[in-house]
T-cell receptor
Framework: DTAVSQTPKYLVTQMGNDKSIKCEQNLGHDTMYWYKQDSKKFLKIMFS???????INETVPNRFSPKSPDKAHLNLHINSLELGDSAVYFC???????????????FGPGTRLTVL | GQQLNQSPQSMFIQEGEDVSMNCTSS?????WLWYKQDPGEGPVLLIALYKAGELTSNGRLTAQFGITRKDSFLNISASIPSDVGIYFCATTGNTPLVFGKGTRLSVIA
């Protein structure tokens, strides 16, 4: 009964390939997020979806495309992978967007992406 | 964008010592959260604070929401080896969470 799950846990691939990371939450939350954590462990938000609608799209290359087929899922597709894409990618979810208890985010276990 | 100043960046302490870390901001917020990230895992929520001045404990952890609404601290008492990890503060007002850059805690047995 994992709250936020991601697959795969590890992803090793060659430069130029296209790959996807999947995320699912069973918390009944309306909002989901993708974060990138670099080698310095900074958590950088990439995207946020609320009720399947994109609401945050930080400065991320358009090679990254999120897709939310329903409220419980937010997948991340990456085209033409580059060396600099190597990082740990975290999915998270929350009840709502801003302020108060609804803003508490719950994180998945992360996907470690290594681009060779 | 909003910036949080989290300090210290890293700490090396002896087992049994108390630990204190804090976050400050130039903006006013209505929520402060503290997370811990174990190696190879995702961040886990430790404590949530919603009111200025609020002081909340979770076992050996205590966190406070600053009265100015621009800062928060986290204390860990009597540290143990499993306290090792990265601690993140996060805050929000009317936007999604903004995270601090983390405090990396190492505990020497």
């Amino acid at each position: 009964d994992t709250a936020v799950s991601q697959t795969p846990k590890y992803l090793v691939t060659q430069m130029g390939n296209d790959k996807s990371i999947k995320c699912e939450q069973n918390l009944g939350h309306d909002t989901m997020y993708w974060y990138k954590q670099d080698s310095k462990k900074f958590l950088k938000i990439m995207f946020s979806y609320n009720n399947k609608e994109l609401i945050i799209n930080e400065t991320v290359p358009n090679r990254f495309s999120p897709k939310s087929p329903d409220k419980a899922h937010l997948n991340l597709h990456i085209n033409s992978l580059e060396l600099g894409d190597s990082a740990v990618y975290f999915c998270a979810s929350s009840l709502g967007l801003a302020g108060g208890p609804q803003s508490r985010q719950f994180f998945g276990p992360g996907t470690r992406l290594t681009v060779l | 964008g909003q910036q949080l100043n989290q300090s210290p960046q890293s700490m090396f302490i002896q087992e049994g010592e108390d630990v204190s870390m804090n976050c400050t901001s130039s903006s006013i917020f209505n929520t402060w959260l503290w997370y811990k990230q174990d190696p190879g895992e995702g961040p886990v929520l430790l404590i949530a604070l919603y009111k200025a001045g609020e002081l909340t404990s979770n076992g050996r952890l205590t966190a406070q929401f600053g009265i100015t609404r621009k800062d928060s601290f986290l204390n860990i008492s009597a540290s143990i080896p499993s306290d090792v990890g990265i601690y993140f503060c996060a805050t929000t007002g009317n936007t999604p969470l903004v995270f601090g850059k983390g405090t990396r805690l190492s505990v020497i047995a």
